[in-house]
């Protein structure tokens, strides 16, 4: 059987994508940028309930050429998870537009001269719906226009990324495959201490670190929930060529009403979220239809309100929440 390939092996979304194929029987290659990180991919795994025997760790940068090759030898489906995702927007947007550009052309050029069967990339919501529309009411057939005004640099990577990825695959795909999965806000149960940006937003708001929450409204989707959905749309043959957004069910919300949740679920461990909204205006609440993920892969993502407490109980079982009056227990 052939090893599976899952690039960001390391991440968020890579360790449980990376778990929950070892859980089914099969072999699994990870890269990361460093293999430094190999000990912590291997207890990410362990934590999702997987056993790291089938799991090999190579080393392979979105930035460089190296390692590429040997990373793809072998592999008949690649999951291309890895991905620049800013804490804050650079000054110059080319330190985010380059290497997400030129990072996902590499690792498509590398998965079709292996010869891969299939490739599931993840794109971005920020790919579907950054760019204005008089309804704000989305689904795979929209896309952001790069050239929005004002449109902040993440957004822009994103969907630059995404088109010229497509265009590679339409131009010189070989006999490659391409599907694309369009995930909104991702929220869930972590399996590793490195936080990214989505579980940091919620750290914060649970250690009280803000008393203010930025006024977005958002859709939301569970990790565990897009891990399902790539596993799908490797496996499905209708899923070729196609654009999947992930985005559970119900309308788009905001931090403040996360927090309400947090609040009214969590009691004393939610006591220092806050309860105030940034000033201004009332944001757009798009609607985002996720219909086409129903219907074609038989995707079903689980409730909001689920995702958003089990987030916060997974920060607090890893000790990565300050509690009140002692010291942070983790990294």
């Keep these: 059987m052939s090893p599976v390939l899952v690039t960001g092996g390391s991440g968020y979304l890579g360790t449980h994508l990376a778990a929950a194929l070892l859980r089914a029987g099969r072999p699994v290659r990870v890269t990361v940028r460093s293999k430094a990180r190999e000990a912590d991919v291997r207890a990410a795994v362990r934590r999702g309930g997987a056993d790291d025997g089938g799991l090999e760790v190579v080393a392979a940068d979105l930035r460089s050429d190296d390692g590429w090759p040997a990373a ?42 292996a ?5 599931v990339l993840t794109s971005s919501f920020a790919a579907v719906g950054y760019t204005p529309k008089p309804v704000a009411e989305f689904t795979e057939d929209d896309w952001t226009d790069p050239d929005t005004p004002g449109l902040a640099p993440y957004p822009r990577s994103k969907a630059i990324a995404e088109r010229a990825a497509w265009e590679l695959m339409r131009r010189d795909g070989g006999g490659t495959e391409l599907v694309v999965v369009n995930p909104t806000f991702i929220l869930g149960p972590t399996l590793t201490d490195v936080l990214g940006s989505s579980m940091w937003l919620v750290k914060m708001m649970l250690e009280g670190t803000t008393s203010v929450v930025p006024r977005q409204r958002f859709g939301i989707v569970d990790v565990r929930d897009v891990t399902d959905l790539h596993l799908r749309a490797m496996a499905a043959p209708e899923a070729a060529g196609r654009r999947f957004l992930a985005v559970a069910g119900g309308p788009a919300m905001g931090f403040l009403e ?74």
């Design 72 to 113: 793809v030898a072998g592999c008949e489906e690649v999951h291309h998870v890895a991905s620049p995702f800013p804490t804050g927007q650079p000054e110059d947007p080319d330190e985010l537009i380059v290497p997400a550009r030129a990072g996902t052309l590499r690792v498509l050029r590398a998965a079709r001269d």
């Design 115 to 119: 010869g891969a069967r299939r490739v």
């Design 258 to 331: 996360v927090a309400g949740i947090l609040r009214r679920r969590l009691g004393a461990f939610a006591a220092r979220v806050p309860t105030r909204e940034a000033p201004g205006e009332e944001p757009p609440r798009p609607i985002i239809h996720n219909d086409r993920a129903r219907a074609a892969l038989g995707w079903r993502p689980r409730e909001v309100e689920t995702t958003i407490v089990e987030t916060a109980e997974s920060l607090r079982d890893l000790g990565l929440v300050e509690e009140a009056g002692s010291p942070a227990t983790g990294g």
